[in-house]
């Protein structure tokens, strides 16, 4: 049974990303810096919770969420951040905001696109390794080298089950699917809002 006097983290994302997608489905969004990073921080548990072998992908996530929210005292939207990159010229300097930026929307749309998975293809199946493969796959793999490549596909033999992933996440089978569903429609929006930022400013996505 699902204490419910714990934590819910995947209730607290979906709540988050429902917000975020309102703005970005505004006529003119304005998405604050805090309010995202924030959002994205919410997301850090999930990382965690996929075993010993992806603590350094956590790390890495957390590391660049944390930038994010940093910057949020100086500048007051995503927009706002970018464009201060862009005249300082150091889009993609190693741990720039934007740079920040784009690797923190894979984690997003890695997870976005997993739950996917797990709806689709894995039904009663009790192992993650499908699901978390394909969307590392096709998320982060392309942008990865030989290295980094290799260790996630070994660490996915570590992954935990559904049901221990369940205990983590405190929620019941039914229960966690309504919400995963819930944040793959809210973030949805907010991903394709994000490659249009670097779109139109001509920065490219495939970096
Ligand atoms: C749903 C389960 C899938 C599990 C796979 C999770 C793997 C996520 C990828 C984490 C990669 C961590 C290693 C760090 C890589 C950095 O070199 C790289 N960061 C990212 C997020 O791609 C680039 O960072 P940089 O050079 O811009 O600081």
Redesign the pocket.
């Known amino acids: 049974m699902a204490d419910s006097n714990a934590e819910r983290p995947l209730r607290k994302i979906s709540t988050a990303f429902k917000e975020l997608a309102a703005i970005v489905n505004s006529p003119s969004p304005e998405v604050p810096v805090a309010k995202f990073s924030h959002a994205c921080s919410l997301v850090s548990p999930l990382f965690g919770c996929?075993g010993i072998a992806?603590k350094?992908?956590e790390m890495?996530?957390v590391a660049k969420v944390d930038d994010l929210a940093k910057a949020s005292s100086a500048v007051s939207t995503l927009v706002v951040m970018v464009d201060r990159d862009i005249e300082a010229n150091c889009v993609r300097k190693?741990?720039s905001h934007t740079?920040n930026l784009l690797?923190v929307k894979?984690?997003l749309d890695?997870?976005n696109v997993?739950f996917r998975y797990y709806f689709h293809f894995c039904r009663g199946n009790n192992s993650l390794k499908d699901p978390?493969s394909k969307?590392?796959a096709q998320v982060?793999a392309p942008?990865?080298g030989w290295a980094?490549r290799k260790a996630?596909a070994l660490g996915m033999y570590a992954l935990p089950t559904r049901s221990q992933l369940l205990t983590m996440l405190n929620e019941e089978e039914a229960e966690a699917k309504i919400q995963m569903q819930s944040y793959v429609n809210a973030s949805a929006p907010v991903i394709t809002y994000l490659d249009n930022l670097f779109l139109s400013k001509q920065l490219g996505i495939d970096w």
């Open positions: 996929l992806f350094f992908a890495d996530y190693a741990g740079r690797r894979r984690g890695m997870f997993c978390a969307s590392y982060f942008h990865h980094i996630v």
